[in-house]
């Protein structure tokens, strides 16, 4: 089984950033497609941002792109995401997740990873 866990998470101002973290001890980790989602108070599960093994390409959601970047150090078994212009609507406990699917742009949906973290807050206020 994959463990993963999140950190970084915290409070901002709009316009502010934050860098997430997310760690697993397994070696196995550098096999897996990675990916960030995101879900706020009674809202669906929404998909962030997502990179291939080895890290050579990732795709973003709309409502993120040129303001996130997802990347991962794959000798140490982390992946990152940085978050920067923050805004109100970014707010949502955030989850990392892997895949054991190779990197595709249809790995947007959250049924196709097979690991997930517990989640960590970001909130942004205005």
């Known amino acids: 089984q994959v463990q993963l866990a999140e950190s970084g998470g915290g409070s901002v101002q709009a316009g502010g950033s934050l860098r997430l973290s997310c760690a697993s001890s397994?070696?196995?980790?550098?096999?897996?497609?990675m990916g960030w989602f995101r879900q706020a108070p009674g809202k669906e599960r929404e998909f962030v941002a997502t990179?291939?093994?080895?890290?050579?390409?990732?795709y973003y959601a709309d409502s993120v792109k040129g303001r996130f970047t997802i990347s991962r150090d794959n000798a140490k078994n982390t992946v990152y995401l940085q978050m920067s212009s923050l805004k109100p609507e970014d707010t949502a406990v955030y989850y990392c997740?892997?895949?054991?699917?190779?990197?595709?742009?249809?790995?947007?949906?959250?049924?196709?990873?097979?690991?997930w973290g517990q989640g960590t807050q970001v909130t942004v206020s205005s």
């Open positions: 997740a892997a895949s054991g699917r190779a990197f595709s742009s249809n790995l947007v949906i959250p049924s196709l990873y097979d690991y």
């Open positions: 397994e070696r196995t980790f550098s096999i897996y497609t």
């Open positions: 990179i291939s093994w080895p890290g050579t390409s990732s």
